[in-house]
């Protein structure tokens, strides 16, 4: 069997810009606007949540966001033994800070709502591990005995209090990073700051406004192509976050694995999006809805882009970039060759 993983994250330095690239996000700073009058942007990167976290800040320094984010990776980290996650995972349940309580609750409204975005599947990634040094595909029976300990329903909370019924197991990857940005954004808030872009591979945060007034410019990687870009949009405050299979998989015999799986049937998902990006206010529901959107291909669309509190940026496996209405002048398209269908 012939396995081949994909896990790269590159943060490049070009002379005409500064790009944080990763996961299909790429945050672009013009080379003169970390300077405004006396204002200096300072920046740091860590890596946390398995990826390169870049803290870029305008008034304030980029430690209270990078320590913040760092702190949140040692109780989120399921692969971590002494996060608090893996010890609810270990016992069963237990009693909950008030920042994993506050991401199972906000994360399970939203999975009721879109049930393929389920933070019980913990078992289900262990098995699988696709971005772990030993990825397999497993047999059926394991499968089947890692789905049965699956389903939200299984996640008790009362209080600060957790069970895990059925042995469910968390696994919070899907939503820990826009919650961290969340945080970010807090902190930031609290401080002198006066802007920041704070990236976090897949997951991006856009603070407050640039010292010299201009808006922050976000590209999003051609799925096809990860050297290259697809296309680039103009926006003020907000979260960003995409989801797609390109940079997270292995390869058995002659197939790709990709690391987003399906609740349904514990394999990998199977979508004809090939990248789906989520623009919104919120980091924790940008980070969960981007994964809805891929998981849900281009049949459930419609549903999406029938939500006002969200824009949307998918690419179908034609090349068809499907747009929010509200993105249409804000977009430009690197790559002339795919077509932008805007939804209204």
Known sequence: MDIRKNRRITIALLSAAVLVLAAGIVLMLTKDSGKSGNIRA????????????????????PEIVTDEISRLDGIFDCHKEDSQISRLNADGGGTLSQEVRELLEESLGLTKQYPQTDISVGALTKLWNVTGKDPKVPADSEIQTALESCGYEKIRIQGDKCTLEDSAQLDVGAVAKGYALDRAKQVLRQSSAEAAVVSMGSSSLM????????????????????????????????????????????EADGKRYIHILDITTGRPVQTDIT??????????????????????????????????????????????????????????????????????
């Open 42 to 61: 300072e920046e740091k990167t860590v890596f946390a949540m398995d990826a390169a976290c870049t803290a870029k800040v305008w008034g304030a320094k």
């Open 207 to 250: 603070y407050g406004k640039k010292p010299d007034g201009k808006d922050f410019t976000v590209a999003v990687t051609d799925p096809s192509n990860k050297q290259k870009q697809l296309l680039k949009f103009t926006t003020g405050e907000c979260f960003v976050s995409t989801s797609g299979g390109y940079e997270r998989y292995f």
């Open 275 to 344: 990248s789906a990006t989520v623009i919104c206010a919120s980091g924790l529901r940008s980070d969960q809805l981007s994964t809805a959107v891929f998981i849900g291909g281009t049949k459930k669309l419609s549903e999406f882009f029938a939500d006002d509190s969200i824009q949307i940026i998918a690419v179908d496996t034609q090349g068809n970039i499907h747009i929010s209405e509200e993105l249409e002048d804000k977009i430009t398209l690197e790559d002339t060759q795919h077509k932008i269908i805007v939804e209204k």
